[in-house]
C-alpha cells in the first residue's frame, strides 16, 4: 500500500482522504483549519453520502506538513490560490519516486505547483461529477463522484502516471488516463465555469440553475464564452455538443452547490480568477470578447469585498 500525503483537506481532500484510508492506504492530512483536525484526531474522520458513510482514522492529520516523511504520492488538493504555499510546504515530501498530484478547479495551478516542485514530478488532476461539503468539522457529506483524469503534466513518466492513479483507483475512485492535459483541463474547466460565479451570486444549485430560465441565461452565457476562447486556444472538446455535454453532467448532480458558493457562504474568498476571471483573460489574449463572464466576475469580486472575515481554509 501507499503512503499519501493530502496537502490541503478541505470538503473535496477530505473525502480522498477518507477513501484512500479505508482502502489501506497509510493517508496523512494537512489542513489549515485547527477545528477540523481536532475533530478528526478526537473523533476519526466521517465521510457520508454518495460513497457510503465510514469514519477513519487517519495515520495522521496536522495543521502543517512539519515532521511528515517522504510520500509515495502527494495530493496538493487546496483552492487555486493556496497552491503556492502548499506547493512550497511539500518540498520535503517528494523524493525521487514521489508522484505529486495537483487537483484545483479552473486554470494556473499546475504552472504555479511546477515553479516550485518542477515538472519531472507532476501531474495534473481534474474531478468530474464530484461534490462535496464540511456541514462541521470532522464530518464531510459526499454528494457524487463521477470520474478523476489524470495526464501528466510535462515530463512523468506514463508508469509513474498509472501507479499514481492505482491508488485512486483501489480506493474505489473511476480513473481516465489522458495524454492531452490541455483538452483534459478545459473540457472539465467548461463546467466549472458554467456554474460557479452563477451559483455564488444566486445561491442555487446546479439543477436550479438548469431550471430556472434567468440564471440558465447566464450560466450558458458563460460556457459558451469558455467554448469560444477553447476554440480560439485550438484545444479539441471532445463532448459533442459543449453545452448539452454541461446539462448532462450537472443534471447527475442536481443538488450540488459549487464550491464557489459554499466559499461564499462561509465569507472566504473563493476561485473566481480561476475560474470565470480565467476565461477573461484568456479572452483578452486571443481576442475573444467575454463580457458575461467579466461582469459575473466583478460581481463575485465586489461580493466579496464585503466579508469581515475570511472564514475557515483548507
Request: hydrophobic content about 45%.
Amino acid at each position: 500500500m501507499a503512503r499519501v500525503i493530502i496537502v490541503g483537506m478541505g470538503a473535496m481532500g477530505s473525502v480522498y482522504a477518507a477513501l484512500m484510508q479505508d482502502a489501506g492506504h497509510e493517508v496523512h492530512g494537512v489542513c489549515h483549519w485547527p477545528e477540523h483536525v481536532a475533530a478528526i484526531r478526537r473523533g476519526g474522520l466521517r465521510v457520508h453520502g454518495f460513497s457510503g458513510d465510514r469514519t477513519v482514522q487517519l495515520a495522521s492529520v496536522a495543521t502543517d506538513t512539519q515532521g511528515l516523511p517522504v510520500a509515495d504520492l502527494v495530493i496538493i488538493a487546496t483552492k487555486a490560490g493556496d497552491v503556492e504555499a502548499a506547493a512550497d510546504s511539500a518540498r520535503h515530501l517528494v523524493g525521487p519516486r514521489t508522484v505529486v498530484q495537483g487537483i484545483q478547479n479552473g486554470l494556473g495551478s499546475p504552472e504555479r505547483i511546477a515553479a516550485t516542485l518542477g515538472r519531472e514530478r507532476l501531474a495534473v488532476g481534474v474531478v468530474g461529477g464530484f461534490g462535496a461539503s464540511c456541514p462541521e468539522p470532522g464530518t464531510v457529506h459526499h454528494n457524487g463522484m463521477e470520474m478523476i483524469r489524470f495526464a501528466s503534466y510535462a515530463e512523468l513518466p506514463a508508469a509513474d502516471l498509472a501507479r499514481g492513479s492505482a491508488v485512486w483507483q483501489s480506493a474505489g475512485f473511476r480513473v481516465q488516463m489522458f495524454e492531452n492535459v490541455d483538452q483534459m483541463v478545459w473540457e472539465k474547466f467548461i463546467m466549472n465555469v458554467t456554474f460557479s460565479g452563477t451559483s455564488c451570486l444566486t445561491g442555487l444549485t446546479i439543477g436550479e440553475i438548469m431550471q430556472q430560465e434567468a440564471a440558465w441565461s447566464v450560466a450558458q452565457g458563460c460556457a459558451e464564452e469558455a467554448v469560444a476562447v477553447a476554440q480560439a486556444k485550438g484545444i479539441t472538446l471532445d463532448v459533442g455538443d459543449p453545452v448539452e455535454h454541461i446539462r448532462a453532467l450537472g443534471s447527475r448532480i442536481p443538488d450540488a452547490r459549487p464550491s464557489m458558493l459554499l466559499d461564499a457562504l462561509a465569507h472566504r474568498p473563493g476561485e473566481v480568477d480561476a475560474i470565470n476571471g480565467a476565461v477573461v483573460t484568456e479572452g483578452r489574449t486571443h481576442g475573444v470578447p467575454t463580457p458575461v463572464n467579466d461582469t459575473v466576475s466583478n460581481l463575485v469580486r465586489a461580493r466579496e469585498r464585503t466579508y469581515s472575515n475570511h472564514g475557515h481554509g483548507a
